[in-house]
């Protein structure tokens, strides 16, 4: 399989919005945004982290800098289905993504330290290294339901409204369905708002003036303060 590399330097902001602020928001919004090439689709995520859960530990602390790996796909794959490896830092509130395509086999087989890619590149070797010097295993699998949207007149700028999130830390595995225990209240929804530079004024007078404001919700770390921690703590997970 051919190698896809893609890259994302970016400021991320993220909103939790209740069904009524996301009706009123959403009335005034629309007339600015146009689908993205990439409109609807069920993200689906495992997140990786050592067995004592270091890697969110330290990034709930609130870090200068942070770094995340996870296994992505949009829609359920199949095994040898395309998938994501990325490798997602946080430096000074900007995110760097760094992800590399391959099959969901594939990309398990990498990640448990079984087979390597034939390809090679400059990514691979960064995600190379973060496993070398990171003993990690995956911990949690997360979904939900996207919508993606673009500026119409700013295209760089992309905004997603994801529902219904659910997680599991069994079948972690992305072919194994998108089922999992709800992570938010009903009706909520996620808003994150991502851009190379600053917002345009529309959208930031449009949130001020109903009171929006950004979030520090995490989903892994949602999953983990709500749920992990406590399994953690009284020997249900226990660090090998």
């Known amino acids: 399989m051919q190698e896809t590399i893609l890259t994302f330097k970016r400021y991320e902001k993220k909103y939790l919005l209740s069904a009524r602020k996301f009706d009123l928001l959403w009335e005034r919004m629309r007339e600015h945004l146009v689908p993205d090439l990439f409109f609807q689709s069920t993200v689906c995520s495992i997140y990786y982290d050592s067995d004592d859960f270091s890697l969110i530990r330290h990034s709930l602390d609130r870090p200068v800098y942070k770094e995340k790996l996870r296994l992505r796909s949009y829609n359920v794959p199949k095994p040898d289905g395309a998938v994501f490896v990325e490798l997602k830092k946080k430096f000074r509130g900007v995110v760097y993504k760094r992800r590399v ?59 997603t409204f994801d529902r219904n999130l659910r997680w599991r830390d069994t079948d972690l595995h992305l072919t194994a369905g998108s089922e999992g225990a709800p992570l938010l209240d009903e009706g909520e929804v996620l808003m994150e708002i991502k851009i190379p530079g600053a917002a345009p004024l529309w959208l930031a007078h449009l949130l001020s003036e109903l009171e929006i404001f950004p979030t520090s919700f995490s989903k892994y770390g949602t999953c983990y303060r709500q749920d992990l921690l406590e399994k953690y703590f009284n020997g249900v997970i226990v660090c090998v």
């Open 101 to 159: 395509q391959m099959s969901a086999a594939a990309a398990e087989s990498y990640l448990a330290g079984q087979t390597r890619p034939d390809e090679d590149g400059q990514i691979l070797r960064e995600i190379d290294y973060f496993l070398h010097t990171h003993p990690v295993s995956p911990k949690v699998y997360i979904a939900c339901e996207r919508e993606a949207w673009v500026d119409r007149e700013e295209p760089e700028l992309r905004i």
